[in-house]
């Protein structure tokens, strides 16, 4: 029901814009979230919008670099990255959970697949 597109290769200082669209039911009620997973590491959160896109809140290491937005009218939620970084490569997810919105991956209800970002140095 969540499936991420965007992802890719990219030198490090570059961009990418990551969507994740919705379907078989209005998230317009979740807030959503955006987590990466490198490997060999855990999941680790990024950033999340809540569900009437007012609060956004980014993990320190994306802050000032990465942006969250959503159109709920399209059922799709954006993460801007900007100045990539080769440490920002990893599997990218974004996830939904109903009202508020958590940095607790183990809360979110629903998830997509994920795509891959890789930034060369």
């Known amino acids: 029901q969540l499936e991420e597109s965007g992802g890719g290769l990219v030198q490090a200082g570059g961009s990418l814009r990551l969507s994740c669209a919705a379907s078989?039911?209005?998230?317009?009620?979740?807030?959503m979230g955006w987590f990466r997973q490198a490997p060999g590491k855990e999941r680790e959160f990024v950033a999340l919008?809540?569900?009437?896109?007012?609060?956004?809140n980014y993990a320190d290491s994306v802050k000032d670099r990465f942006t969250i937005s959503r159109d709920n009218d399209k059922n799709t939620v954006y993460l801007q990255m900007n100045s990539l970084k080769p440490e920002d490569t990893a599997v990218y997810y974004c996830a939904a959970k109903y009202f508020r919105g958590s940095y607790n991956p183990e809360e979110y209800d629903y998830w997509g697949n994920g795509t891959l970002v890789t930034v060369s140095s």
């Open positions: 919008i809540g569900w009437r896109a007012i609060n956004t």
């Open positions: 078989g039911r209005t998230f317009s009620s979740y807030s």
